[in-house]
């Protein structure tokens, strides 16, 4: 992505060029140290009062690394708090610039310059924009890489022309130009750009209004733009002034005629990005829509959730496990967390009944029943040549379940009621006499969509699950993460779903291929799932889906992604999900060769912990388990570790004993410390000999239920 990054940041009422102006963001064409030119644009309004001015990008960037080469926390966050505009650019253009594939001595310096920028900006404004922006470069597809150059370029070209016909006053070419922007718009959202679909909808909403057109103003349109532009930034939890500018005035219309709101005598720019400041993208599968075969997929219900063996933490006949979603008393509503306002909503229309709104009108069209046994629920979403069907099973759990080993009452009350769900929805197609079924496993009402990753509870802080959808290949038993490369047979394809998951876009590939196995100590997982890098960095591989003997995969680096270790059944059953750990390892496949994944045993802890006088505290919630491979094992259900604690002043090598770490017991205690707490050992506190001493600690436990004998390194 070569071209320059835009803000359109000027209250005047005719655009000038001004290389260097008060609020450039760094272009890649410019480079990271220089400033691009910024075009500024026509503004539809007077200025309103304005504080002083915000640093260039050049003098933030200055004096941003000063800070973080002396990791001066405070002092970021206050150059973010004051500079949130340039600071919004700055995180674009270092994404983009990692994303391109620089060298690696400058890779490492943009990604610690972005992991400041990241810290920088949730200490500044508490929200996930820097991380969403974060993951939305590392994830995008090669494909879509491309498409989103082509749409900044058009972009581009469109707000040249914008600004030239809001002069000129040349209405019908205008109205052309936001048909481009509104297309554009679209193309952004499409490749997961909700950040320049909102800067695009919201130039519609500029060229439109009242205040550009006077009575000539087409307002339906202006409201609609303005609306499509904050909820496209609220999709990245953007929450800036052009945010506020956006809603408020797509609700100002949506009240009233919205004549009297903007005007000569208003306040506020045209530029979505100007002013003073007052979530999860995801990403499809990279591959080429002309496919060799169209596969027409049609709906079926997976109504067992162990009829294949699904890479997926909740896909056990376990409720208490699923993922869950609370509704407070009666008429409370709720979104479908992976498809938060696109998708339908759940109400809970009374005390004993709830439904689902499917198009969010206020009329209620599938009745949930509250029976506490499992329910399948059914219906049509979407529209146009994306309506499909759609569906998940859910349950209302009773007085009595075990949580963590724990009973616990989990009834509906007047106050609230948890709503278990979990992934039923499935389309099946043939390619030739194969059957393939796509299992929309991360309940976002599209199969075959891009992965998502949530901090469920139960996590270590900087952890989190990726739920992907899943794939079944003929008569298996065994369901596969969906992959933008597969072996199907002999042969490798590249698939790609359109149309929410209707059809299946098959390519027949030629890859080289080696083998990739787990040599596992200490159990076998349940299914490991890795990914690939760079051609293949949207191809995911269950490396236990042939047990010990390996799979075949195509060559290049593969990186843990998920995986889980089980052991027992249903209530007796304990788990732990795999995920990849702070350093994580590659392991490189050759063509025609084997490497071996070493994971698992010797197992150890990993933990934080803290000193104040001579009290030591070990953080109960940061302790989790390691394996020789560096991976992390995270949400151990029904086998919470419970380790002994040594401590010993640093450097010596005679320790004393801390204690032994407790869990929670009962009700009350999850009560009153909270769900989380049931999945790790409490804090525990000590006092050392000498207030003054640094000590380290040492954690182990001889046997733990599920990994054996856990111990740590001197930390």
């Known amino acids: 992505m070569k071209t320059s990054i835009w803000i359109f940041a000027s209250a005047l009422l005719l655009s000038i060029s001004a290389p260097g102006a008060s609020q450039p963001t760094v272009g890649l064409s410019a480079g990271l140290s220089g400033p691009a030119n910024t075009t500024r644009s026509a503004s539809i309004v007077s200025p309103a009062p304005r504080p002083a001015p915000e640093l260039t990008s050049d003098e933030f960037l200055k004096e941003f690394r000063a800070a973080l080469e002396i990791q001066a926390r405070s002092e970021m966050k206050r150059l973010v708090q004051k500079n949130k505009v340039t600071a919004v650019g700055v995180i674009i253009d270092l994404c983009e610039a990692i994303a391109i594939g620089p060298k690696p001595e400058t890779r490492e310096r943009l990604e610690i310059e972005m992991e400041g920028m990241r810290d920088a900006w949730k200490d500044a404004t508490n929200t996930r924009f820097a991380e969403n922006i974060y993951e939305y470069f590392s994830f995008i597809s090669t494909s879509s890489r491309a498409t989103r150059s082509q749409l900044r370029e058009r972009y581009r070209k469109a707000d040249i022309k914008r600004i030239k016909f809001s002069e000129e006053r040349n209405w019908n070419s205008l109205d052309a130009i936001c048909d481009e922007f509104a297309a554009v718009a679209k193309g952004f959202t499409s490749v997961g750009d909700h950040y320049f679909a909102s800067q695009s909808w919201f130039s519609v909403g500029v060229a439109v209004d009242y205040g550009l057109r006077g009575n000539e103003a087409d307002l339906e349109r202006a409201r609609e733009a303005f609306e499509n532009s904050w909820r496209s930034r609220e999709k990245i939890d953007l929450k800036d002034p052009s945010y506020d500018r956006a809603k408020a005035r797509a609700t100002e219309l949506k009240a009233s005629s919205g004549r009297p709101a903007v005007g000569p005598d208003a306040g506020?720019?045209?530029?979505?990005?100007?002013?003073?400041?007052?979530?999860?993208?995801?990403?499809?599968?990279?591959?080429?829509?002309?496919?060799?075969?169209?596969?027409?997929?049609?709906?079926?219900?997976?109504?067992?959730?162990?009829?294949?063996?699904?890479?997926?933490?909740?896909?056990?006949?376990?409720?208490?496990?699923?993922?869950?979603?609370?509704?407070?008393?009666r008429g409370s509503k709720i979104d479908f967390p992976a498809m938060a306002e696109k998708g339908p909503e759940l109400v809970r229309v009374g005390s004993a009944e709830l439904a689902v709104d499917i198009d969010r009108d206020g009329t209620m069209d599938n009745e949930i029943p509250m029976t506490g046994n499992t329910e399948p629920i059914q219906f049509t979403m979407g529209s146009g040549d994306s309506k499909r069907s759609w569906g998940f099973l859910c349950r209302i759990l009773t007085a009595q379940e075990f949580y963590q080993g724990i009973e616990i009452n989990l009834e509906p009350q007047d106050q609230g009621l948890s709503l278990y769900l979990a992934p039923a929805a499935s389309m099946v197609g043939l390619l030739g006499e194969t059957q393939l079924r796509v299992i929309d496993e991360n309940l976002d009402g599209e199969y075959g969509s891009g992965v998502r990753e949530w901090s469920w509870t139960g996590f270590t802080e900087g952890f989190s699950q990726p739920e992907m959808d899943s794939l079944v290949i003929g008569e298996s038993d065994r369901a596969l993460p969906f992959s933008e490369y597969a072996q199907i047979g002999d042969k490798w394809y590249q698939l790609l779903s359109d149309k929410g998951g209707k059809e299946l876009h098959v390519s027949e590939a030629t890859v080289k291929t080696g083998k990739l196995k787990v040599n596992f100590k200490g159990g076998s997982p349940t299914y490991l799932v890795v990914r690939g890098t760079g051609t293949f960095e949207y191809t995911y591989f269950d490396v236990m889906a042939a047990g010990k003997k390996g799979i075949e995969v195509p060559t290049g680096d593969y990186l843990i992604y998920y995986g889980e270790l089980r052991k027992g059944k249903r209530t007796q059953m304990m788990k732990a999900l795999i995920v990849a750990g702070k350093d994580p390892q590659k392991w490189s496949v050759t063509e025609g060769k084997t490497t071996t994944m070493e994971l698992g045993g010797p197992f150890n802890f990993d933990f934080e912990h803290s000193s104040k006088g001579e009290m030591v505290t070990l953080n109960g919630k940061s302790v989790a388990v390691v394996g020789r491979g560096g991976e992390r094992y995270e949400r151990l259900w029904n086998c919470a570790s419970k380790p002994e604690v040594e401590y010993r002043k640093q450097g010596s090598k005679r320790s004393s004993k801390g204690g032994k770490t407790k869990q929670v017991l009962d009700q009350n205690g999850i009560i009153e410390l909270g769900y989380a707490s049931a999945w790790h050992p409490l804090d525990l506190e000590f006092s050392k000999k000498d207030a003054d001493e640094e000590v380290e600690l040492m954690l182990f436990e001889k046997k733990h239920k599920l990994f054996g004998k856990v111990s740590s390194p001197w930390k």
């Open 268 to 329: 506020g720019s045209d530029d979505p990005d100007a002013g003073e400041p007052s979530e999860y993208v995801k990403h499809l599968p990279g591959a080429s829509l002309k496919a060799a075969e169209v596969l027409n997929m049609n709906f079926d219900m997976v109504l067992d959730l162990e009829e294949y063996e699904r890479p997926h933490y909740s896909a056990v006949n376990l409720p208490v496990v699923w993922n869950s979603v609370y509704l407070r008393g």
